[in-house]
């Protein structure tokens, strides 16, 4: 089992930067972990993903902005996210993949492809 904690989230203005962190109790042997986010009304949508190698991959639309990272040693995960708009607004989840080569890592974009959660850290930017 892998338990995931999320920090970081917060209030910004329009502009600004956040940097999420996600600490687990473990990585899964897959090594893929992600960042997902949900506006209200609106369905969960993949941020960025990492594989067991450190290779990242992104929304199209925000790979401009967001850095996604991971430190083995710490059980941590990052999102670095700056010059914030307000319709990045949103709760943000990390998540674990048990079961994933590092291609299909990189190409998860669905929350079905990730089985750990955790409760999300709220990001608001006005």
């Known amino acids: 089992h892998v338990q995931l904690v999320e920090s970081g989230g917060g209030s910004v203005q329009a502009g600004g930067s956040l940097r999420l962190s996600c600490e687990a109790s473990?990585?899964?042997?897959?090594?893929?972990v992600a960042w997902f986010r949900q506006a209200p009304g609106k369905q969960r949508e993949g941020v960025a993903m990492i594989d067991a190698h450190g290779t990242p991959n992104y929304a199209l639309a925000l790979r401009d902005r967001f850095t996604i990272s991971k430190d083995n040693d710490k059980r941590t995960l990052y999102l670095q996210m700056n010059d914030l708009k307000p319709e990045d607004t949103a709760k943000y989840y990390c998540?674990?993949?048990?079961?994933?080569?590092?291609?299909?890592?990189?190409?998860?974009?669905?929350?079905?492809?990730?089985?750990?959660w955790g409760q999300g850290t709220q990001v608001t930017v006005s």
């Open positions: 998540a674990a993949a048990t079961s994933s080569s590092d291609y299909a890592c990189r190409m998860s974009t669905r929350p079905a492809d990730f089985d750990y």
């Open positions: 473990r990585f899964p042997e897959s090594g893929c």
